[in-house]
């Protein structure tokens, strides 16, 4: 029965010695959390002045306004808290290794996440595509409809999403097919070497000028670029409006123009008559 007393007693003891220790130290405690009060303020009215200057900068993106507003806000009431810390009794340099130590660990977790984060951040930054854009990333080519801090997402002309790792776009070429408003498509023809290119080149202009989508304001070119042993390479360019489904489009009924002003029409150079040699009215006499 005693030692229970005694055990209570100092349990007693024990607790009125933590509450005293409590009590001296309020003041400080109060002061800290009034520090952090005042930085929490802080950042608001800040996080204020920020959105009034985006008028400033109206190409930055919706997405990376918001997350300079949220890293502003953490970083300023991050070090509001380790002021509070420091006010209190903690070290600022062991505040200072705490979080450094924490954001090795976090980093080697999340290497991945993070650097797909990043190369967004720079995405949205730079800007290099928009919403809507068509592009072409490695053998992905679509439409762009989503661009966030981890992946950009592609609309093929299949119907099929295609979600790209932000890290995987900005680390390779990337294509905007769309970002000039016009685009030129080129064909390549195998004629044999005997071929009259004059006539050929006459009747591959006319073909592919009477295709419509084919731009006026360009005309197609019809350019001698290959040969082999036993053909020549005719290479003909033309612009169209620069969205996959319409140069596919336009391609095709090219290539079908093509084939119907080419059949049954010879091409063959007609040999030249000798010298001297006496034609057919001359024969005839």
């Given at each position: 029965?005693?030692s229970v007393v005694d055990a209570l007693h100092h349990?007693?003891?024990?607790?009125?010695?933590?509450?005293?220790?409590?009590?001296?130290?309020?003041?400080?405690?109060?002061?800290?959390?009034?520090?952090?009060?005042?930085?929490?303020?802080?950042?608001?009215?800040?996080?204020?002045?920020?959105?009034?200057?985006?008028?400033?900068?109206?190409?930055?993106?919706?997405?990376?306004?918001?997350?300079?507003?949220?890293?502003?806000?953490?970083?300023?009431?991050?070090?509001?808290?380790?002021?509070?810390?420091?006010?209190?009794?903690?070290?600022?340099?062991?505040?200072?290794?705490?979080?450094?130590?924490?954001?090795?660990?976090?980093?080697?977790?999340?290497?991945?996440?993070?650097?797909?984060?990043?190369?967004?951040?720079?995405?949205?930054?730079?800007?290099?595509?928009?919403?809507?854009?068509?592009?072409?990333?490695?053998?992905?080519?679509?439409?762009?409809?989503?661009?966030?801090?981890?992946?950009?997402?592609?609309?093929?002309?299949?119907?099929?999403?295609?979600?790209?790792?932000?890290?995987?776009?900005?680390?390779?070429?990337?294509?905007?097919?769309?970002?000039?408003?016009?685009?030129?498509?080129?064909?390549?023809?195998?004629?044999?070497?005997?071929?009259?290119?004059a006539r050929a080149e006459a009747l591959l202009r006319?073909?592919?000028?009477?295709?419509?989508?084919?731009?006026?304001?360009?005309?197609?070119?019809?350019?001698?670029?290959?040969?082999?042993?036993?053909?020549?390479?005719?290479?003909?360019?033309?612009?169209?409006?620069?969205?996959?489904?319409?140069?596919?489009?336009?391609?095709?009924?090219?290539?079908?123009?093509?084939?119907?002003?080419?059949?049954?029409?010879?091409?063959?150079?007609?040999?030249?008559?000798?010298?001297?040699?006496?034609?057919?009215?001359?024969?005839?006499?």
């Amino acid at each position: 029965m005693q030692s229970v007393v005694d055990a209570l007693h100092h349990a007693g003891t024990e607790t009125l010695e933590n509450v005293g220790a409590l009590a001296r130290e309020i003041p400080t405690f109060l002061i800290a959390v009034l520090i952090v009060v005042f930085f929490v303020w802080l950042s608001q009215w800040l996080t204020r002045i920020f959105r009034r200057g985006e008028r400033f900068s109206p190409r930055l993106d919706p997405s990376l306004k918001l997350l300079f507003e949220q890293l502003l806000t953490a970083f300023i009431i991050t070090f509001g808290v380790a002021v509070a810390f420091g006010v209190i009794g903690v070290s600022f340099s062991t505040i200072i290794a705490t979080f450094g130590v924490a954001g090795l660990i976090v980093g080697f977790a999340l290497k991945d996440i993070l650097e797909n984060f990043v190369a967004g951040v720079l995405i949205l930054w730079r800007r290099p595509y928009e919403i809507a854009d068509q592009i072409q990333v490695g053998p992905n080519a679509g439409t762009v409809s989503e661009i966030n801090f981890r992946t950009t997402t592609l609309r093929t002309v299949d119907g099929i999403q295609v979600f790209i790792p932000n890290a995987q776009v900005f680390n390779q070429p990337i294509q905007n097919l769309t970002e000039n408003g016009t685009r030129r498509t080129t064909i390549v023809l195998q004629f044999p070497l005997d071929t009259d290119f004059a006539r050929a080149e006459a009747l591959l202009r006319a073909a592919v000028s009477s295709v419509d989508g084919v731009l006026p304001s360009a005309q197609p070119e019809i350019l001698l670029l290959g040969a082999s042993a036993t053909a020549y390479e005719l290479h003909v360019r033309y612009w169209t409006a620069p969205e996959i489904q319409v140069t596919n489009r336009i391609e095709s009924a090219v290539r079908l123009a093509i084939d119907n002003a080419f059949t049954g029409v010879d091409l063959s150079r007609t040999p030249a008559a000798p010298k001297g040699t006496p034609n057919a009215s001359e024969n005839s006499q």
